[in-house]
């Protein structure tokens, strides 16, 4: 579209007034183009989970694991949807209470409910649903059953985890 625009403007500055007919036609097109794109990917994002309740699939990490006093949470790819074949290729926030160890990279199976970003409707307020939106997050999943299917053995992977661990271990005896 900037290129588009770019362009535009040298033909224009070169044919002031041969093209300047086509060039607003142009840009016109080129500006519903982007706004129906547009449209079209808000509407792909608000129907794509709309009559999903449960969730059975597996999934691959993308994300560190997120560790809060209550649960534990990961950003996951949905590699395959058992629940709905035309849902995969997404990434969802996944929650979780078990005491799994998982690492980014890891394959897992799991089955859980999904349930719709909350978002606030005052404007000027952050918007939580905006926010995941914008790294493509159509939702969270709540897991009530999860397994490993293949561990991620990567060498960089493993070292990250060493060192994370030998960080928490020397921080947690210093306080």
Request: charged share 25%; no cysteine; proline share 0%.
């Amino acid at each position: 579209m900037i290129t588009s625009i770019y362009i535009l403007i040298i033909k224009y500055q070169k044919t002031k007034k041969l093209f300047r007919r086509e060039a607003i036609i142009l840009m016109i097109i080129v500006v519903t183009i982007g706004y129906l794109n547009i449209k079209n990917k808000e509407n792909n994002f608000n129907n794509k989970y709309k009559d999903t309740n449960k969730i059975e699939a597996i999934v691959k990490v993308k994300s560190n694991i997120k560790e809060s006093e209550y649960s534990k949470s990961f950003t996951g790819k949905l590699v395959k949807n058992y629940s709905s074949e035309n849902i995969t290729n997404t990434k969802l926030n996944i929650k979780f209470n078990s005491n799994i160890q998982l690492n980014k990279g890891d394959i897992v199976k799991l089955i859980g409910e999904y349930e719709d970003t909350n978002y606030y409707k005052n404007e000027g307020n952050f918007n939580y649903r905006n926010y995941l939106k914008k790294d493509n997050i159509y939702g969270n999943l709540k897991v009530s059953k999860i397994e490993i299917v293949k561990k991620n053995n990567n060498i960089i992977n493993n070292l990250n985890i060493q060192i994370k661990e030998k960080i928490k271990n020397n921080y947690s005896r210093l306080s």
